[in-house]
């Protein structure tokens, strides 16, 4: 219920955000409607965009059948034309004419696909080395460990991304392109094609859980109950395992189940870096053209991605600390 009512607060502060703050300004309805309509506005043309978006009624009933339309479609009626914009109908481009959903849903697998792969790089790869670097603090891995994440957190993910193209597409011709293959179709070739972007997006991130796992761990094992545990000649895998990196683990699951659901509506840098057309690229070029619709679109689908991430989260919490379960 809770996640429900985040969704609708979302929902209000961004339609708010497109259509009561021009007002606000003192834009009226029949200027709003001539941006939309393009140069060769008049007023005719003017008033049915204006009618069409109900510019012409109250902002509380604009927001009404927009969440209405979210949930049982909606109709709309270009010139003599009506159509019937099935649910979740988040309206049409204002550029294209066409209708919004469909093109989340065409690019929603892109970046799903991109997120999935790279967290499981980033998260496996981060947190085994930020284990091993608390492990051996102060030994020459541990140094080398974080001189890696260091370089990780400061390169950025366009520089890396064009580095790995660079050497791995032009000089080095291992891929000849970078495509996105749906994974019903082929998931040998969908993991191929992309696994330079899940590189590039993962070295950043798998940087940042090195430096938290290892600042996690090393707190972690100086408890009493570390030292409890080995007393009673438990083997230090378990220890480590068992004890101390679950206990570690909580504030990582938090930060991971943050960051995924933000990826999949935001990893625009590599959508653009590696031409993959998931709903970041789409969106930033919906924020160039002022198209509306579009953009209220992929705010509510990210915004779907991170309040459902967190209600994972929550339920995680439960396996990985005990006295989560007890309180």
Not at 94 to 123: C, D, M, N, T, Y
Not at 206 to 230: K, N, P, Q, V
């Amino acid at each position: 219920m809770g996640a429900v009512l985040l969704l609708l607060v979302v929902s209000a502060v961004t339609f708010a955000i497109f259509f009561l703050v021009p007002r606000l300004g003192g834009q009226t309805a029949d200027q709003l409607a001539t941006q939309y309509v393009g140069k060769d506005a008049n007023p005719e043309s003017v008033a049915a965009i204006k009618q069409n978006l109900g510019l012409d009624q109250p902002v509380y009933v604009q927001y009404w059948d927009f969440i209405k339309g979210l949930v049982v479609g909606a109709d709309y009626k270009f010139g003599p034309d009506a159509t019937h914009c099935s649910a979740p109908c988040f309206g049409y481009s204002f550029k294209s004419h066409i209708e919004v959903w469909p093109q989340l849903e065409q690019r929603i697998p892109v970046s799903f696909s991109l997120a999935v792969g790279a967290a499981v790089i980033w998260v496996v790869t981060g947190v085994t080395t930020g284990v091993i670097s608390a492990l051996r603090k102060g030994k020459p891995i541990d140094r080398f460990s974080m001189f890696i994440a260091l370089a990780g957190v400061s390169l950025p993910i366009f520089f890396t991304g064009q580095i790995l193209l660079a050497l791995f597409v032009y000089e080095i011709p291992i891929w000849e392109s970078i495509d996105y293959v749906p994974f019903t179709q082929n998931p040998a070739e969908w993991a191929w094609h992309l696994l330079l972007p899940w590189v590039s997006l993962a070295f950043l991130f798998s940087a940042l859980y090195a430096r938290l796992t290892r600042a996690g761990m090393l707190e972690t094992m100086s408890e009493d109950y570390i030292r409890t545990a080995r007393a009673k000649g438990l083997k230090e895998t378990t220890v480590v395992t068992k004890h101390g990196l679950r206990s570690a683990l909580t504030p990582i699951v938090t930060i991971f189940g943050m960051d995924f659901g933000t990826l999949v509506g935001t990893a625009v840098l590599t959508e653009t870096v590696f031409s993959l057309q998931g709903i970041g690229a789409y969106s930033v070029q919906a924020i160039k053209d002022n198209d509306l619709p579009i953009v209220m679109g992929v705010t509510l689908v990210a915004a779907f991605f991170i309040v459902f991430c967190n209600l994972i989260v929550d339920l995680v919490y439960a396996a990985i600390d005990p006295r989560v379960r007890y309180s």
